[in-house]
T-cell receptor
Framework: AQSVTQLDSQVPVFEEAPVELRCNYS??????LFWYVQYPNQGLQLLLK??????LVKGINGFEAEFNKSQTSFHLRKPSVHISDTAEYVC???????????FGKGTRLHILP | DTAVSQTPKYLVTQMGNDKSIKCEQN?????MYWYKQDSKKFLKIMFS???????INETVPNRFSPKSPDKAHLNLHINSLELGDSAVYFC??????????FGSGTRLTVV
């Protein structure tokens, strides 16, 4: 069965510094990978997704992620963060389109002034 | 227009009561879901419906009963509410691998 691991529960970063949020998954078959963002008291919003093709995926708000099959990772990056990026970031995996998505436990990105 | 809308946004109720949460999507998606987000922010799937048919039913107490009158609606009814049911419940919909579109959540507090 697939699973998602986000080792960092919180990541503090200074404003305008780069950030990488780590995500590793386990699955015995090909997967689809997602990153969602959850702002305080709001629902989840899709940041980006990997379904097939180029392993470097660009999303909204300047975020990008790279799918690495050999390392079973899908880390999220942004070259320069802003205060408005303060949120919970959740990595997710599914084994089939329209199959259930398994979510990681999330990483809280805390931007320091 | 809100793509996936849930009502109510907040629900405070006493133990033992029965309550319902409604969800509607106007995206034309075929599949709808209910997820529970606990106090540690972990999202866990509860149910999934495809074209009004139940396709995923995780280990959830049978006090929880989903109902899908049509593919645009998926409601969640909870009987005999318990303290441990307090959480945020999210509805979502999807179609063809486009990723999920989530509602803004219903914060249920059982006192």
């Amino acid at each position: 069965a697939q699973s998602v691991t986000q080792l960092d529960s919180q990541v503090p970063v200074f404003e305008e510094a780069p950030v990488e949020l780590r995500c590793n998954y386990s699955s015995s078959v090909s997967v689809y990978l997602f990153w969602y963002v959850q702002y305080p008291n709001q629902g989840l919003q899709l940041l980006l997704k990997y379904l097939s093709g180029s392993t470097l995926v660009k999303g909204i708000n300047g975020f990008e992620a790279e799918f690495n099959k050999s390392q079973t990772s899908f880390h999220l990056r942004k070259p320069s963060v802003h205060i408005s990026d303060t949120a919970e970031y959740v990595c997710a995996v599914s084994e089939n389109r329209d199959d259930k998505i398994i979510f990681g436990k999330g990483t809280r990105l805390h931007i320091l002034p | 227009d809100t793509a996936v809308s849930q009502t109510p946004k907040y629900l405070v109720t006493q133990m033992g009561n029965d309550k319902s949460i409604k969800c509607e999507q106007n995206l034309g998606h075929d599949t709808m879901y209910w997820y529970k987000q606990d106090s540690k922010k972990f999202l866990k799937i509860m149910f999934s419906y495809n074209n009004k048919e139940l396709i995923i039913n995780e280990t959830v107490p049978n006090r929880f009963s989903p109902k899908s009158p049509d593919k645009a609606h998926l409601n969640l009814h909870i009987n005999s509410l318990e303290l441990g049911d307090s959480a945020v419940y999210f509805c979502a919909s999807s179609h063809g691998g486009s990723g999920y579109t989530f509602g803004s959540g219903t914060r249920l507090t059982v006192v």
